[in-house]
C-alpha cells in the first residue's frame, strides 16, 4: 500500500509498504525512504488521525491503515539533554585542613544559566521544566535562553491542537 509520511517541517514523502505490514516494518520504512535533505530524528512517533501508532508489534490494519493515498504524521519524540548544566543555589564546602581541622565555605550565589549573563535566576518562573535551567528576568522564555527542547515543545503543542482538532471534527451524514 502507497503511504505519505509527512515530517513537522512540512516536508513528506511516500513509500510503499505491503498490506500486512507492521508499525515496527513502517518505522524501518521511514528511516529508508526519507529523503536526504529531510533530518529525521532518532527517536520518533509516528501519528495517523490523531492516535499514536504503538505498540510497534501490530499490525498497520489494526489502526485502520488498509488504503492507499494514507497520511502519517512522523513527529519528534524525545527531549535532549540540556545545552549548559544548570546553576544551583549557594553550597557548602567542607574542607580538611592538614591538622585534621574542618572548615566550611560557601560558593558564589547562583547564577543566570544563560552562557554570558551573571543576573540572579527568577525564583519561581525561572526555572525551565524543559532543560531544568534557572534563568534571569531577561532570560526565562524558552526563546530567549535559546532552549534546546524549544521544537519538542512547539511539536508536542502541534500535536495536542492536530488531535483536539481532529476530536472536534464534525462528520458528514451520508445518508439523503
Same mark, same amino acid.
Given at each position: 500500500m502507497r503511504?505519505?509520511?509527512?515530517?513537522?517541517?512540512?516536508?513528506?514523502?511516500?513509500?510503499?509498504?505491503? &498490506?500486512n505490514s507492521t508499525v515496527q516494518?513502517?518505522?524501518?520504512?521511514? !528511516?529508508?525512504?526519507c529523503p536526504s535533505t529531510a533530518k529525521l530524528p532518532t527517536d520518533f512517533k509516528l501519528i495517523?488521525?490523531?492516535?499514536k501508532l504503538d505498540p510497534y508489534y501490530?499490525?498497520?490494519? &489494526?489502526?485502520?491503515? !488498509?488504503? &492507499?493515498?494514507?497520511?502519517?504524521?512522523?513527529?519528534?519524540?524525545?527531549?535532549?539533554?540540556?545545552?549548559?548544566?544548570?546553576?544551583?543555589?549557594?553550597?557548602?564546602?567542607?574542607? !580538611?585542613t592538614a591538622t585534621g581541622a574542618t572548615t566550611s565555605t560557601k560558593s558564589k550565589k547562583s547564577k543566570c544559566s544563560f552562557k554570558s549573563c551573571g543576573s540572579a535566576p527568577l525564583r519561581m518562573v525561572g526555572e525551565c521544566s524543559h532543560c531544568m535551567g534557572k534563568f534571569c528576568a531577561k532570560h526565562r522564555l524558552l526563546e530567549d535562553h535559546h532552549c534546546q527542547d524549544l521544537?519538542?515543545?512547539? &511539536?508536542?503543542a502541534h500535536?495536542?491542537?492536530?488531535? !483536539?482538532?481532529?476530536?472536534?471534527s464534525t462528520l458528514a451524514s451520508s445518508k439523503v
Open positions: 503511504l505519505t509520511i509527512r515530517l513537522t517541517t512540512n516536508t513528506s514523502y511516500s513509500l510503499t509498504v505491503p &498490506d516494518d513502517l518505522r524501518a520504512s521511514a !528511516k529508508v525512504a495517523f488521525n490523531g492516535q501490530k499490525s498497520l490494519s &489494526d489502526f485502520g491503515i !488498509k488504503e &492507499d493515498g494514507v497520511t502519517i504524521i512522523l513527529m519528534s519524540s524525545g527531549a535532549a539533554s540540556p545545552l549548559s548544566s544548570p546553576s544551583l543555589g549557594p553550597t557548602t564546602i567542607i574542607r !580538611k521544537q519538542y515543545c512547539r &511539536d508536542s500535536e495536542r491542537n492536530a488531535m !483536539k482538532l481532529h476530536n472536534e
